[in-house]
C-alpha cells in the first residue's frame, strides 16, 4: 500500500491538502510539518508520494528529495517561479493549487511507483553462495561426464529446469543426485 506524505510548513495546509485528497478516495496520507518528520515517516512505509512544500523550517525540497527513499516519489508545491526552477524529473504543481490537477498528478504519480513495485516483485531473487555452488558443481560434473561447453552445461540446466517448471537450484541438486548414485 502507498502512503502520501504531506510536508508544509504550516501543519494547517497539510491537513487541508490531506482532507482534499481523502476526498477524492486516497486513504493512509500523513501530515508533516518538517522534513526530518517526513523522513521519519518515509521508513516506516513502503513506498509513496511526498508532496512538499519548496522551503521547509529545517530543509529545502531540494535536500528531502535526494534523502527520499527508493520506492518515494515527490511532488512539488509552490508558487509558478518555484516550480519553473525545480529540478529536472521532479513532479510539481502551481500554487493556488487546483484541485482536479493535484488529484490527476497524484494518481499519475501513485500509478508509476505501483507499476515499480511490481517490476521490482517479479525480479529474480540474488541466489545465495549454496545455491551457486550447487549449479557450478553441476556443470562441471555434466562437463566432465558429457564433454559438454560451460554455456552447453548451462544451457541444458537452464532447459531441465524450464521443462520440469523446477528452478535451476533444484534442476542442479536433481543431476548431482543422479550421477552421485549412479556411481
Known amino acids: 500500500m502507498s502512503s502520501i506524505i504531506i510536508v508544509l510548513p504550516k501543519i494547517e495546509d497539510a491537513k487541508k491538502i490531506r482532507k482534499i ?3 477524492h478516495g486516497f486513504d493512509s496520507i500523513i501530515p508533516c510539518a518538517t522534513g526530518a518528520s517526513a523522513l521519519m515517516e518515509m ?5 509513496g ?17 535526494d534523502m527520499l527513499p527508493s520506492f518515494f516519489d515527490i511532488l512539488l508545491i509552490g508558487s509558478a517561479n518555484v516550480v519553473s ?9 502551481t500554487m493556488p493549487i487546483r484541485v482536479h490537477e493535484l488529484v490527476n498528478t497524484v494518481e499519475m504519480q501513485m500509478m508509476q511507483i505501483q507499476r515499480r513495485l511490481k517490476k ?4 529474480p531473487k540474488p541466489r545465495s553462495e549454496r545455491e551457486q ?14 564433454h559438454l561447453t560451460e554455456e ?15 528452478s535451476m537450484v533444484e534442476t542442479a541438486q536433481m543431476i548431482l543426485t543422479l550421477i552421485y548414485d549412479e556411481v
Do not use: F, H, W
Open 85 to 93: 526552477s525545480a529540478q529536472s524529473g521532479i513532479m510539481a504543481v
Open 43 to 47: 521508513n516506516k512505509q513502503s513506498g
Open 152 to 166: 552447453e552445461a548451462y544451457r541444458y540446466i537452464q532447459k531441465c529446469s524450464m521443462d520440469s517448471a523446477t
Open 133 to 146: 555452488n550447487y549449479i557450478q558443481n553441476a556443470k562441471r560434473l555434466l562437463m566432465d561426464r558429457n
Open 120 to 123: 521490482q516483485k517479479k525480479k
Open 49 to 65: 508520494i511526498v508532496i512538499s512544500g519548496y522551503k521547509l523550517p529545517d530543509m529545502y525540497y531540494t535536500e528531502l528529495a
Open 21 to 23: 485528497l481523502m476526498q
